[in-house]
């Protein structure tokens, strides 16, 4: 339990940044979901993949992810991306 005021009010912050990390994590997780579906689908949507990887950049510079974990998880998402454009041209 917080002793001091700076302390309960540091909670309180604390409450509402986590809230809103959650809410950034979860919109770039559904965004990598729905890109990572469609290519599954032997549709892939640049586009979507597109809008992962941007979402991902803005986790990264907002602190809310890791910067090497967001280079990862584009790296992984460019490369399926990639494997079925190949897949699906020859």
């Known amino acids: ?3 001091t005021k700076s302390a309960e009010k540091r909670i309180r912050a604390n409450a509402r940044r986590a809230l ?3 809410m950034y994590r979860s ?3 559904t965004a990598i979901k729905k ?3 469609a ?5 892939p949507d640049p586009e979507l993949v597109r809008q992962a990887i941007s979402l991902l950049d803005r986790a990264a510079v907002k602190g ?3 910067k090497n974990n967001a280079a990862r998880r584009k790296s992984r998402l460019a ?3 990639a494997k079925a454009m190949s897949a699906s041209t020859s």
């Not at 290519?39 to 549709?43: K, Q, V, Y």
């Open 1 to 3: 339990m917080a002793n």
């Open 20 to 22: 809103r990390n959650k």
């Open 27 to 29: 919109r770039v997780k």
């Open 35 to 37: 890109a990572e579906r």
């Open 39 to 43: 290519i599954l689908a032997g549709t």
């Open 64 to 66: 809310i992810i890791h």
């Open 79 to 81: 490369k399926k991306l």
